[in-house]
């Protein structure tokens, strides 16, 4: 890994999220990331995050084709769904109890670093990544199924999500700090008028933004468009 940071560099953020994945997930980004065009000093945080999406979200399409050939044996089948609904959600998960108040970079680590221990499809991926903060915070806190070894977690994941979120939100959100906001604009690059509207926004709607706002792409370089439509 140190090798791979010396050649290509990155921010924190999406080292700690290498670091985080699984030994084999680790070891196709180091042996077949390779962008272009590259230059020195270029920052490849943006296009190695979203290459670990994308292998992420390829090994979890293999295990699911497995999972489905499998499904034809019916005593196998049943011994794998009541594994999947046996599960508990424990006073406290392996997941750090500061998530709701992660900045949206952080977030992001995190949920990429849950769906690295607990594989999911793409859907259920984004099913847990669109709820509100307080939802994420509980599932990622509290997920604690009896079967630590299973190699698709989709089904017990959107279980979960779903009853997480008949649950009372929290109290409201205080104002994100300084360093929250700069560092989502940092995240999401706007104009002025985007990121005046973004400041000048009530605490519990700023704190919406930053712990909601999910865009359907990760590469753009001007989110003031889908920033301003969110606040509103």
């Known amino acids: 890994l140190k090798a791979f940071f010396r050649k290509y560099n990155v921010d924190d953020r999406a080292a700690r999220t290498l670091e985080a994945c699984t030994p084999d997930v680790q070891l196709k980004v180091l042996s077949t990331f390779d962008p272009h065009p590259q230059s020195s000093g270029q920052d490849y945080s943006r296009k190695l995050m979203g290459f670990i999406r994308s292998i992420a979200s390829a090994d979890v399409d293999a295990r699911a084709s497995v999972l489905d050939s499998d499904d034809d044996d019916l005593n196998g089948g049943r011994h794998r769904k009541r594994g999947r609904e046996e599960m508990e959600l424990g006073t406290q998960g392996p997941f750090p109890s500061s998530f709701g108040n992660l900045s949206a970079g952080d977030a992001e680590e995190e949920l990429l ?98 712990s909601e706002f999910r865009p359907r792409r990760d590469d753009d370089t001007d989110y003031s468009a889908p920033v301003t439509a969110f606040i509103r």
């Open 113 to 210: 670093a849950f769906r690295s221990r607990y594989p999911m499809d793409e859907r259920a991926f984004e099913f847990l990544a669109s709820s509100p903060s307080h939802v994420r915070a509980s599932v990622l806190q509290r997920f604690r199924p009896f079967n630590q070894n299973d190699s698709d977690y989709s089904g017990l994941v959107t279980s979960v999500v779903k009853k997480a979120r008949l649950e009372a939100p929290p109290a409201a959100d205080a104002a994100p700090s300084e360093e929250a906001l700069a560092e989502f604009q940092r995240r999401y690059p706007m104009d002025d008028r985007a990121w005046d509207y973004l400041q000048s926004a009530s605490a519990s709607v700023q704190a919406r933004v930053l």
